[in-house]
């Protein structure tokens, strides 16, 4: 199989706090885990592509410094959302390839994200 | 950069019909990807294409990868309500990663 979880399945905050939130490969190694945004009634929009041991790589338009990925092995990642507004608000999905090499991607149940 | 459009939009269906839909590229690929999200959840992979011109079935789900490598298709034959979601096709853009079409909203009435 190929199962990945994320967690938490939902999360309301404040507008100035940070979330984090977890993605796990749970039944194979993720040599690259990768973390979309979806708006409603929209398309997967990539934000960052995440390497276990080396630094992610952010899609145009999307700040490093206010969504923070680490990829700390090679069955978690994890996005933080720093100093979340209200336009912060979606549901961020992450998904997980088996190799280095490319590969179909599996999904998580994503999270969604209600700043207030 | 690259765009992959799919249509229709959305479709309203009766139970028991089939259902088609095409996703198109600006340019060339060498996979195509189907997928199918429900309400509140991550896309789940129907069928991978790998080939121009393979045709893969996955039950009541067949989808084409078109011979340009700019095109694929999905069908769905004998709709089932449980069908209702929306379907994203899925083509490289670039090292490791993927791009994903505008989806096709498919809803199935009984």
């Known amino acids: 199989g190929a199962v990945v979880s994320q967690h938490p399945s939902r999360v309301i905050c404040k507008s100035g706090t940070s979330v984090k939130i977890e993605c796990r490969s749970l039944?194979?190694?993720?040599?690259?885990m990768f973390w979309y945004r979806q708006f409603p009634k929209q398309s997967l929009m990539l934000m960052a592509t995440?390497?276990?041991?080396?630094?992610?790589?952010?899609e145009q338009g999307v700040e490093k410094d206010k969504f923070l990925i680490n990829h700390a092995s090679l069955t978690l990642s994890t996005l933080t959302v720093t100093s979340a507004h209200p336009e912060d608000s979606s549901f961020y999905i992450c998904?997980?390839?088996?190799?280095?090499?490319?590969?179909?991607?599996?999904f998580g149940p994503g999270t969604r994200l209600l700043v207030l | 950069g690259q765009q992959l459009n799919q249509s229709p939009q959305s479709m309203f269906i009766q139970e028991g019909e089939d259902v088609s839909m095409n996703c198109t590229s600006s340019s060339i690929f060498n996979t195509w990807l189907w997928y199918k999200q429900e309400p509140g959840e991550g896309p789940v992979l129907l069928i991978a294409l790998y080939k121009a011109g393979e045709l893969t079935s996955n039950g009541r789900l067949t989808a084409q990868f078109g011979i340009t490598r700019k095109d694929s298709f999905l069908n769905i034959s004998a709709s089932i309500p449980s069908d209702v979601g929306i379907y994203f096709c899925a083509g490289p853009s670039g090292t490791y990663k993927y791009i994903f079409g505008t989806g096709t909203r498919l809803k199935v009435l009984a």
């Open positions: 039944d194979f190694q993720a040599t690259t």
């Open positions: 995440s390497n276990e041991g080396s630094k992610a790589t952010y």
């Open positions: 998904s997980a390839s088996k190799t280095s090499v490319q590969e179909t991607q599996y």
